[in-house]
């Protein structure tokens, strides 16, 4: 099956950097989605980006479908951004698998 | 983005007892929904494929007879933990897609089970 790998694993920023999380896959897929998963647990959709670049505010993604990896950046962070993040990946009509997440933990 | 409502948020039983939860697609149909399993500290782990109308497919290694899921119409699925015992302890999240295909999927707010 397909391999989801994320890196890194944990990450403390004071608040106000910028950081990149990064996303690698192990076979072509069509879907690509970033998560944020909040203390209660329940996962808010950050981007769905099979491909291309996206932006939200002070969040933007990258996926390059070809070399297989996806980038979330996160610019100016807060401390509402700590959290776990999540990529994952699929094919159409099939689950997504997930990678074992970024931990993000922001100070101020 | 579509909603997916899943109920309860969490839920405390006695060891031996049976919990239902159920997950709807509150704006859109799905043929399929997903159940996903996540231990503290960990990631989620896909439990079974649910399809609208016939039999949920099962990851290996989870129990088919310890949960039941039932998809009974194209905005529920129910996902039934049987005898729980405290190893079933966990936090359970269900998932859809809607018809036609489409990739994005969309997750419920997730079920907090504690088993005593």
């Known amino acids: 099956g397909i391999q989801v790998e994320q890196s890194p694993p944990d990450l403390i920023l004071q608040e106000g950097a910028n950081s990149t999380l990064r996303c690698n896959f192990s076979d072509s897929v069509n879907n690509l989605q970033w998560f944020h998963q909040n203390p209660w647990g329940q996962l808010i959709n950050l981007f769905y980006?099979?491909?291309g670049t996206k932006q939200n505010g002070r969040l933007s993604a990258t996926t390059v479908a070809t070399e297989r990896y996806s980038l979330l950046y996160i610019s100016s962070s807060q401390t509402t951004d700590s959290g776990v993040y999540f990529c994952a990946v699929g094919e159409a009509g099939t689950a997504l698998i997930f990678g074992k997440g970024t931990t993000l933990s922001v100070s101020s | 983005g579509a909603v997916v409502s899943q109920h309860p948020s969490w839920v405390i039983c006695k060891s031996g007892t049976s919990v239902k939860i159920e997950c709807r697609s509150l704006d859109f149909q799905a043929t399929t929904m997903f159940w996903y399993r996540q231990f503290p500290k960990q990631s989620l782990m896909l439990m079974a494929t649910?399809?609208?109308?016939?039999?949920?497919?099962?990851e290996q290694g989870v129990e088919k007879d310890k949960f039941l899921i039932n998809h009974a119409s194209l905005t529920l699925s129910t996902l039934t933990v049987t005898s729980a015992h405290p190893e079933d302890s966990s936090f359970y999240i269900c998932?859809?897609?809607?018809?036609?295909?489409?990739?994005?999927?969309?997750f419920g707010q997730g079920t907090r089970l504690t088993v005593v």
């Open positions: 998932s859809a897609r809607a018809q036609g295909g489409a990739a994005e999927a969309f």
């Open positions: 980006i099979p491909s």
């Open positions: 649910s399809n609208e109308g016939s039999k949920a497919t099962y």
